[in-house]
């Protein structure tokens, strides 16, 4: 069985600072991929970084990376220079055998000025 | 482009009364599914088609049924609506179904109270 467990909550950051948001993924197939997705008061659902189970290294989409640690099964998501607009919940998913993404509980996040 | 498109916003329903949830996409995406989003529990699978005609379970497909009769529509229905699917529910949908790269393109959410 698939299973991703995010054991924060919640979490503060001052503006301008970097925070890392924690992801466990547990799964028996060696294929899969994990995926992070923001969504903000407004209750849209953003895609924000993915990273393959064979891919060399970390994945980087702008102020978003990805700190993969296929060993520990952690797919942990960075974000650098915090601003305002990235207060939201953030999702951490995967996706393997059998087509469906599954989520974690999520991790309020709340950017201080 | 639309993507996802979602209908109704917001719902309130009575105990025992049926509804359908609308879901559309027009990127021609093969896969299409439907979650439901409760706090504390994240986004959870209720039941998905990996194409035309075909569909199948999810974690919690107690009390939905879906049909998948177009490529275009997936359609969520409540049988007998039941306060503990009060809970904002997401179609989404990706253009392969077996790829384990293929993010979800997700609509813009229901949120249905049942009183």
């Known amino acids: 069985a698939q299973k991703i467990t995010q054991t924060q909550p919640g979490m503060f950051v001052q503006e301008k600072e970097a925070v890392t948001l924690d992801c466990t993924y547990d799964?028996?197939?060696?294929?899969?991929?994990l995926f992070w997705y923001k969504q903000p008061s407004s209750g849209e659902m953003i895609f924000l970084i993915y990273?393959?189970?064979?891919?060399?290294q970390n994945a980087t989409e702008g102020r978003y990376s990805l700190n993969f640690q296929k060993a520990r099964k952690s797919a942990n998501l960075v974000i650098s220079a915090s601003q305002l607009g990235d207060s939201a919940m953030y999702f951490c998913?995967?996706?393997?055998?059998?087509?469906?993404?599954?989520f974690g509980a999520g991790t309020i996040l709340r950017v201080k000025s | 482009n639309a993507g996802v498109t979602q209908t109704p916003k917001f719902q309130v329903l009575k105990t025992g009364q049926s509804m359908t949830l609308q879901c559309a996409q027009d990127?021609?995406?093969?896969?299409m599914s439907w979650y439901r989003q409760d706090p504390g529990m994240g986004l959870r699978l209720i039941h998905y088609?990996?194409?035309?005609?075909?569909?199948d379970q999810g974690e919690v497909p107690n009390g939905y049924n879906v049909s998948r009769s177009t490529t275009e529509d997936f359609p969520l229905r409540l049988l007998s609506a039941a306060p503990s699917q009060t809970s904002v529910y997401f179609c989404?949908?990706?253009?392969?179904?077996?790829?384990?790269?293929?993010?979800?393109?997700f609509g813009s959410g229901t949120q249905l109270s049942v009183l």
């Open positions: 989404a949908s990706s253009r392969t179904p077996a790829g384990t790269n293929e993010k979800l393109f």
């Open positions: 799964t028996s197939d060696p294929s899969y991929g």
């Open positions: 990273q393959g189970s064979y891919d060399q």
């Open positions: 998913a995967m996706r393997a055998y059998g087509n469906k993404l599954v």
């Open positions: 990127m021609n995406h093969e896969y």
């Open positions: 088609s990996v194409g035309a005609g075909i569909t």
